[in-house]
């Protein structure tokens, strides 16, 4: 189908774009790589009266190494991320989920601001930013202001970028050294997935010394595994240690119940990908296995 009528405007600084938004209100809808905001244009499940297009913002591309945190433009498109040296060096996570995000065309236009600002459940990015702590900088009429990651998600389709808001930013403290896997379960290829399971562990001398775990698809939000986190810490990175650690994967989860599963199949699912994810982060995987339940 084709959209209904709009107008567009294309803004090339974020001080623009705010005054755009705040001039147009709700009438008005911000448009990044366009690939969850098109589809539903199309479909006429939403007909924003004006579109504001932000792709030629210019400051808003790119990564950047600041000291302690990698800083990524929100208009940054998934597939510059997956070829960036610094997010691979230091936000190892982020690279590893983005390298199985959709397929080369939707990587290509789909930016990592626009995905974690539409905040879908099933996203593979708000579990990998949840788990290393991200700090979102959204800039709004009365300046910017930072959010945590714990604070970010709110519900399903729902963050804490305001209606004249615009996510600028996305600083993720860095995590050199430390090894990450992010496991997905689909039933095709190039799937959202049914449950995905992000790990990234630091290991000292056969130990983990530290270790963030987010889960994908088990709620209306990303969540981060806490009581597997804290049952990992001094562990060696075993399969038994690990295997026991992942049972409390579901803690706190509230799975929702489709087509691709219901919610005990999934609960099922995000212990076994959690040990598998946490041992190829620990580099373990080829000890224990990594197919086996
Ligand atoms: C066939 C298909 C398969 C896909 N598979 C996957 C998958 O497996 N995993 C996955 O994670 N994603 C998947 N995606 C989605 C993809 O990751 C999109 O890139 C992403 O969801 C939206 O990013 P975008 O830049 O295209 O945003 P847009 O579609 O342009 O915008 C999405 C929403 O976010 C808002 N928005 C965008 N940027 C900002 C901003 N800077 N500030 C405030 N609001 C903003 C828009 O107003 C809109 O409401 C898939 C998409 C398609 C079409």
Same mark, same amino acid.
């Given at each position: ?193 049914? %449950?995905?399971? $992000? !790990?990234?562990?630091?290991? /000292? *001398? ?7 775990? #987010?889960? =994908? ?24 240690? %690990?295997?026991? $650690? !992942?049972?409390?994967?579901? /803690? *706190? ?7 691709? #599963?219901? =919610? ?27 197919? $086996? !339940?």
């Amino acid at each position: 189908m084709i959209p209904a009528n709009f107008d567009y405007l294309a803004p090339t600084t974020v001080e623009e774009a705010v005054a755009a938004l705040a001039e147009h209100g709700d009438d008005a809808k911000i448009l990044a790589g366009g690939q969850s905001l098109l589809p539903v244009m199309r479909m006429r499940l939403n007909a924003p009266e004006v579109v504001i297009d932000l792709n030629r913002i210019d400051s808003m591309r790119g990564v950047r190494d600041e000291g302690d945190v990698i800083a990524i433009g929100a208009m940054t498109t998934h597939s510059v991320i997956e070829h960036d040296p610094l997010v691979e060096e230091h936000a190892l996570l982020v690279h590893r989920a983005v390298e199985h995000l959709a397929d080369l065309q939707i990587r290509h236009r789909g930016t990592f601001g626009g995905a974690l600002a539409h905040a879908d459940p099933a996203g593979d990015l708000g579990a990998p930013a949840l788990a290393l702590g991200a700090q979102f900088v959204i800039a709004g009429p009365s300046g910017t202001r930072t959010v945590g990651a714990d604070d970010f998600f709110i519900d399903l389709f729902e963050t804490a970028i305001g209606e004249d808001e615009i996510l600028v930013e996305v600083r993720l403290p860095k995590h050199t050294g430390w090894g990450a896997h992010y496991e997905k379960f689909v039933r095709v290829a190039h799937q959202w997935p049914i %449950v995905a399971v $992000a !790990a990234t562990v630091k290991v /000292e *001398g056969g130990t983990i010394a530290e270790a963030r775990v #987010g889960l =994908t698809n088990m709620g209306s939000t990303p969540l981060r595994a806490r009581a597997v986190e804290a049952a990992l810490v001094g562990q060696p990175a075993t399969d038994e240690a %690990v295997r026991a $650690a !992942a049972a409390s994967a579901t /803690e *706190g989860t509230n799975a929702p119940s489709d087509l691709n #599963g219901d =919610t005990a199949y999934r609960n099922h699912l995000a212990t076994v990908l959690t040990r598998r994810a946490v041992l190829a982060a620990a580099g373990a995987d080829t000890l224990a296995g990594a197919g $086996a !339940a």
